[in-house]
């Protein structure tokens, strides 16, 4: 698909609802907007879709070489005009028609009623509904109404793309799809999205709470928060180094703490990991991006999967070597999630993923002393916002 | 069996029922969706027939159609129509007294459709007119039976509007409810039984009617929510 097709979001609004987002999608890529309820992640949605009630909504959206919204232009496509293909968080199902009505609802000209039925059999079948056509909502699984909503956004989405040719295009927009059903239905219809991606070529936009969901779907994330997009970019980079300690918090990081940087030699730095409840500190390697001052205030993230972790008795070359006791391991099955407390910091506590059988093989129990080991690119250091001093 | 008198009430009932059906599926849509300032103060206004005695309405609309009001001496001039004491006028004041009872129910109905049904047929590029007819009206058709069930039980039993309005002219304003009060003043018992049995006969019908809507829309939601 061409570069044509990209969505291109910039979205200003004061009234009712406070939004400040710019973000963009390739034709064919899936972002993920990930943020709290309340965020603002639904409106965005809405304000792609044209269905956001906001008569001062300021900014631009843009798919392909099609205007749907210019505030300075005076545009603003209805939502009908709009090609987006909207699968809704309750679904929005017509109760009283059947699956097959549904999906087939949309309005199109230029496509005949033939050529609609052989693409929505098609779509059916894709979807694993083949034989429901008749079916009702109410007698439908969860699953099966997901599928049937999203053969009506993916049927009005392939189909405005048949109408005209290249100059139309269109949007998927996925509003939380997957929080109605229960967890196994989802595992499955995770799989079936990610398959889907290989045949839908228009940019996808899903909106979720759910980190993990984001993570494991799609290839950009933007973490939105108070109607704000504050980071953007693909999932592993934005877990393992958040902008800034608010991102740290939305994405759900537990390993996050308070610490001052100082300048060491060119490209290293050190970091004073402060145990604020006691003053404590501690001093671990960090890499110097050149992008803080010297003794400025920071908070930092510890990457879990660049952690060692090595026997209380172990011999160590030089390093970020930090003695900890466990406190806890809580099994999970392969793997157990470690609380560690740093010998010299009693008021922090470390949250680590490891395996069980490493556990097993280092003897640990609970209290046992154990060093942890952190590559100094496991660590990232990120601005405290207004960068007060620290309390002596 | 006064039947001259049961023409009337069925005949009132239908055409009552008949002009109310689109004026209240308008306005029952709009209060249901609208936040408009004025909305409050328009369901006040329509529930005001509830509350009022009917006689009082029947006072106002008497002294307002009456020849001596500027509206019921130009009415009676330019189209011919006389409103008091005809049958045209206690159409009108039907029409007017049984506003809640069309009202309501569709109101309730439009309510509680999920906004997010609307936005699919919008998003799916329905214009909102094929919106409200391909999904809209088929799912508040229970609300559009009761409204009609309502209004035509309301317009059998409704006595005093009738007597204020249109007085008791046999063949032209004298309904059920009226021919009753009058079997009974010259202690016919047996025709007022015949009469008023028929009334109650008639409201249950109507009443079942409505339960009979609700509780299909309501075994239709269980199974939504399974």
Same mark, same amino acid.
């Given at each position: 698909?061409?570069?044509?097709?990209?969505?291109?979001?910039?979205?200003?609004?004061?009234?009712?609802?406070?939004?400040?987002?710019?973000?963009?999608?390739?034709?064919?890529?899936?972002?993920?907007?990930?943020?709290?309820?309340?965020?603002?992640?639904?409106?965005?949605?809405?304000?792609?879709?044209?269905?956001?009630?906001?008569?001062?909504?300021?900014?631009?959206?843009?798919?392909?070489?099609?205007?749907?919204?210019?505030?300075?232009?005076?545009?603003?496509?209805?939502?009908?005009?709009?090609?987006?293909?909207?699968?809704?968080?309750?679904?929005?199902?017509?109760?009283?028609?059947?699956?097959?009505?549904?999906?087939?609802?949309?309005?199109?000209?230029?496509?005949?009623?033939?050529?609609?039925?052989?693409?929505?059999?098609?779509?059916?079948?894709?979807?694993?509904?083949?034989?429901?056509?008749?079916?009702?909502?109410?007698?439908?699984?969860?699953?099966?109404?997901?599928?049937?909503?999203?053969?009506?956004?993916?049927?009005?989405?392939?189909?405005?793309?048949?109408?005209?040719?290249?100059?139309?295009?269109?949007?998927?927009?996925?509003?939380?799809?997957?929080?109605?059903?229960?967890?196994?239905?989802?595992?499955?219809?995770?799989?079936?999205?990610?398959?889907?991606?290989?045949?839908?070529?228009?940019?996808?936009?899903?909106?979720?709470?759910?980190?993990?969901?984001?993570?494991?779907?799609?290839?950009?994330?933007?973490?939105?928060?108070?109607?704000?997009?504050?980071?953007?970019?693909?999932?592993?980079?934005?877990?393992?180094?958040?902008?800034?300690?608010?991102?740290?918090?939305?994405?759900?990081?537990?390993?996050?703490?308070?610490?001052?940087?100082?300048?060491?030699?060119?490209?290293?730095?050190?970091?004073?990991?402060?145990?604020?409840?006691?003053?404590?500190?501690?001093?671990?390697?960090?890499?110097?991006?050149?992008?803080?001052?010297?003794?400025?205030?920071?908070?930092?993230?510890?990457?879990?999967?660049?952690?060692?972790?090595?026997?209380?008795?172990?011999?160590?070359?030089?390093?970020?070597?930090?003695?900890?006791?466990?406190?806890?391991?809580?099994?999970?099955?392969?793997?157990?999630?470690?609380?560690?407390?740093?010998?010299?910091?009693?008021?922090?506590?470390?949250?680590?993923?490891?395996?069980?059988?490493?556990?097993?093989?280092?003897?640990?129990?609970?209290?046992?002393?154990?060093?942890?080991?952190?590559?100094?690119?496991?660590?990232?250091?990120?601005?405290?916002?207004?960068?007060?001093?620290?309390?002596? | 069996?006064?039947?001259?008198?049961?023409?009337?009430?069925?005949?009132?009932? *239908?055409?009552?029922? !008949? &002009?109310? $059906?689109?004026? /209240?599926? #308008? %306005?029952?849509? @709009? =209060? +249901?969706?609208?936040?408009?300032?004025?909305?409050?103060?328009?369901?006040?206004?329509?529930?005001?027939?509830?509350?009022?005695?009917?006689?009082?309405? *029947?006072?106002?609309? !008497? &002294?307002? $159609?009456?020849? /001596?009001? #500027? %509206?019921?001496? @130009? =009415? +009676?001039?330019?189209?011919?129509?006389?409103?008091?004491?005809?049958?045209?006028?206690?159409?009108?004041?039907?029409?007017?007294?049984?506003?809640?009872?069309?009202?309501?129910?569709?109101?309730?109905?439009?309510?509680?459709?999920?906004?997010?049904?609307?936005? +699919?047929?919008?998003?799916?590029?329905?214009?909102?007119?094929?919106?409200?007819?391909?999904?809209?009206?088929?799912?508040?058709?229970?609300?559009?039976?009761?409204?009609?069930?309502?209004?035509?039980?309301?317009?059998?039993?409704?006595?005093?509007?009738?007597?204020?309005?249109?007085?008791?002219?046999?063949?032209?304003?004298?309904?059920?409810?009226?021919?009753?009060?009058?079997?009974?003043?010259?202690?016919?018992?047996?025709?007022?039984?015949?009469?008023?049995?028929?009334?109650?006969?008639?409201?249950?019908?109507?009443?079942?009617?409505?339960?009979?809507?609700?509780?299909?829309?309501?075994?239709?939601?269980?199974?939504?929510?399974?």
């Amino acid at each position: 698909m061409s570069a044509m097709a990209d969505l291109q979001v910039r979205i200003e609004n004061a009234q009712p609802m406070q939004l400040s987002a710019q973000f963009d999608c390739a034709a064919g890529e899936l972002i993920a907007l990930v943020g709290p309820s309340g965020s603002g992640k639904t409106s965005l949605l809405r304000a792609i879709a044209g269905l956001l009630r906001a008569p001062e909504l300021k900014g631009r959206v843009q798919v392909g070489q099609e205007c749907w919204f210019d505030s300075d232009q005076g545009i603003r496509l209805a939502p009908q005009q709009r090609c987006v293909g909207l699968v809704f968080q309750d679904y929005a199902l017509f109760p009283h028609l059947s699956a097959w009505e549904n999906a087939g609802i949309g309005e199109c000209r230029g496509v005949d009623e033939r050529g609609r039925a052989e693409e929505l059999a098609g779509i059916f079948g894709r979807l694993g509904l083949a034989g429901l056509e008749q079916r009702r909502p109410a007698q439908l699984s969860g699953g099966q109404r997901q599928r049937v909503a999203l053969a009506r956004a993916l049927l009005r989405v392939s189909r405005s793309q048949r109408e005209g040719g290249s100059a139309r295009c269109g949007v998927m927009l996925l509003d939380e799809p997957f929080s109605a059903v229960d967890a196994p239905t989802r595992q499955t219809l995770y799989r079936e999205l990610a398959a889907l991606r290989q045949e839908v070529s228009t940019p996808m936009v899903l909106v979720t709470h759910d980190l993990s969901e984001a993570r494991r779907l799609a290839d950009r994330v933007v973490i939105v928060d108070g109607g704000q997009t504050l980071q953007s970019g693909p999932p592993a980079k934005v877990f393992a180094s958040p902008r800034n300690a608010r991102v740290a918090d939305l994405v759900g990081i537990q390993n996050h703490f308070k610490g001052l940087f100082h300048k060491h030699s060119p490209g290293w730095g050190w970091l004073d990991w402060i145990d604020e409840t006691t003053g404590a500190r501690l001093q671990l390697q960090v890499a110097d991006k050149n992008k803080l001052d010297d003794g400025v205030r920071v908070s930092w993230v510890l990457a879990g999967e660049l952690v060692d972790i090595l026997p209380g008795d172990a011999q160590l070359p030089q390093g970020n070597n930090v003695r900890c006791l466990l406190r806890e391991a809580l099994a999970l099955g392969e793997t157990s999630l470690c609380t560690l407390v740093p010998e010299a910091l009693g008021g922090v506590a470390l949250t680590l993923n490891v395996s069980t059988a490493l556990l097993r093989s280092l003897d640990a129990r609970q209290g046992s002393a154990l060093w942890l080991r952190m590559a100094p690119q496991g660590i990232h250091i990120m601005p405290v916002r207004g960068n007060p001093p620290l309390s002596p | 069996m006064d039947w001259q008198a049961a023409r009337v009430s069925l005949l009132l009932a *239908g055409l009552t029922a !008949l &002009l109310l $059906l689109p004026a /209240g599926l #308008a %306005l029952a849509r @709009w =209060l +249901a969706q609208s936040d408009s300032r004025a909305k409050p103060v328009v369901e006040a206004l329509l529930m005001l027939p509830l509350l009022l005695p009917p006689t009082v309405v *029947g006072f106002y609309l !008497l &002294l307002w $159609l009456g020849q /001596g009001s #500027a %509206l019921g001496a @130009w =009415l +009676a001039r330019h189209p011919g129509l006389h409103l008091v004491f005809s049958f045209e006028g206690l159409l009108l004041a039907s029409v007017l007294v049984n506003l809640p009872f069309m009202v309501q129910p569709i109101q309730r109905a439009f309510a509680s459709l999920p906004e997010s049904l609307r936005e +699919a047929a919008w998003v799916s590029g329905l214009s909102v007119w094929k919106t409200f007819v391909k999904i809209e009206l088929p799912l508040v058709w229970p609300g559009l039976v009761a409204g009609v069930a309502l209004t035509v039980a309301h317009t059998l039993g409704e006595f005093g509007v009738v007597l204020m309005v249109g007085g008791n002219i046999p063949g032209e304003t004298r309904t059920l409810s009226v021919a009753l009060y009058d079997r009974v003043q010259s202690f016919d018992m047996a025709g007022a039984h015949s009469m008023a049995l028929a009334l109650v006969l008639l409201s249950l019908l109507a009443l079942g009617l409505v339960f009979a809507g609700d509780r299909s829309r309501a075994a239709g939601r269980a199974l939504r929510e399974r």
